[in-house]
């Protein structure tokens, strides 16, 4: 059961992370148009 809330929270960390810098990225790639 650790292991599950341990892979839940693993995804999180690594999705959360790339999302945002995702995008901010496109936020500034739309702003240089």
């Known amino acids: 059961m650790a ?3 341990f892979g839940t929270a ?3 960390w ?3 992370p ?3 810098a ?3 990225l ?3 790639l739309q702003g240089e148009d």
Do not use: C, D, S, Y
Request: no cysteine; net charge neutral; aromatic share 6%.
């Open 10 to 12: 693993a995804i999180f």
């Open 26 to 28: 496109l936020l500034k």
């Open 22 to 24: 995702g995008g901010a």
């Open 3 to 5: 292991a599950e809330i």
């Open 14 to 16: 690594v999705l959360i």
């Open 18 to 20: 790339i999302g945002l």
